[in-house]
């Protein structure tokens, strides 16, 4: 029983070892897909966001408190509209010590003028007394500039886009308030890495991918791009240009694909089919390593220029370790690529 027990357990073990050997033995998996014709697409990847073409930001020049603004997101303001007030009692108050101290200088000033009519005064009073006056009536021009600060205007004609404050809030110096602009056009700012900018030319075009639209296309074009980069962040800012209805609004995030290259009717197969120059075309259920000549590398697919005919599978994908006259498993393929 225990001899019979001994060889049923090894002839199991055989069994498991031929079954994992056989299975090894058919090589990796891989997807038979055909080369395909369609259009090949080389893209510089971005990232941006939406905004009007003319706008500002309107902030605090000081740091006080709110004590009114207006309730006019989404309303027109025209040019130096009252958005906002800050607490100014106090610059006030000592205008009022300045408005008070100038008239006792033009008074001063005139007492000393018909004293000098008079022959009783001299003309170093009379000059005393006008710097005097002069002085204060400086520091009322100043005094006025800063009470201005107290009241913050609509710097253009637009729309408040958005604001940011409540009465009785603490306005920080440089803290934007308000953000009023033109709603159209709009267009997306993006920042491109510097070694794709090389590639990147106005009027190419450009798709953008949002996830408040992801079932949409959305398209632009290169309007603007900055000449000079950003040595930290190793970028350089773009503009494109959208359409008028755009469904895109102020704010929103997206990815931008500017297209540098397309063309039309090339051969197309799938990017992690293409290892280096070469692909490797199905032959039953083993691989044949093909030198082809590459064209435009998209992310998704590779045009092939030499090297294959329309129709033809190749593996799909190549790995780094797959040879020539390798054995391989197929398994279901995508579908064609585009």
């Not at 031929?18 to 897909?33: C, E, H």
């Not at 101290?101 to 005139?110: P, S």
Request: proline share 5%; aromatic share 4%.
């Amino acid at each position: 029983m225990k001899n019979r027990r001994f060889i049923l357990a090894v002839v199991a073990v055989l069994l498991l070892a031929g079954a994992a050997f056989w299975w090894l033995g058919q090589g990796p998996q891989v997807r038979a897909v055909a080369a395909t014709r369609g259009t090949a697409v080389e893209i510089v990847y971005a990232t941006g966001g939406v905004e009007p073409v003319r706008w500002a930001r309107v902030a605090s020049l000081i740091r006080d408190r709110i004590v009114d603004i207006c309730v006019c997101e989404g309303q027109s303001v025209a040019k130096g509209d009252v958005l906002a007030r800050l607490d100014d009692r106090e610059v006030q108050a000592q205008m009022r010590e300045l408005k008070a101290r100038e008239v006792f200088l033009q008074r001063e000033m005139a007492r000393v003028t018909e004293l000098i009519s008079r022959n009783i005064a001299t003309t170093q009073a009379y000059e005393r007394a006008a710097m005097d006056l002069q002085q204060v009536q400086a520091q009322i021009m100043v005094q006025l500039e800063k009470i201005n600060d107290f009241t913050i205007l609509s710097p253009m004609d637009g729309i408040v886009l958005r604001r940011d404050g409540e009465i009785g809030e603490i306005a920080e110096v440089g803290q934007v308030l308000f953000r009023v602009g033109v709603p159209t056009p709009l267009q997306v700012v993006a920042e491109v890495n510097e070694e794709d900018i090389p590639r990147v030319a106005l009027g190419q075009k450009v798709l953008f991918r949002t996830d408040a639209f992801p079932d949409r296309q959305l398209e632009g074009k290169v309007s603007e791009i900055t000449p000079m980069g950003d040595v930290t962040a190793k970028t350089f800012r773009i503009k494109v240009a959208l359409a008028d209805d755009t469904p895109l609004k102020p704010g929103m995030s997206v990815e931008a694909n500017i297209v540098t290259r397309e063309r039309p009717n090339a051969l197309l197969v799938p990017a992690d089919a293409v290892q280096g120059a070469a692909v490797f075309v199905l032959d039953g259920n083993r691989v044949r390593r093909r030198a082809v000549t590459v064209g435009i590398r998209g992310t998704r697919a590779v045009e092939i220029l030499n090297g294959l005919a329309d129709g033809e599978q190749v593996a799909s994908p190549a790995a780094t370790d797959l040879k020539d006259g390798a054995r391989v498993r197929l398994v279901d393929a995508p579908p064609p690529v585009k």
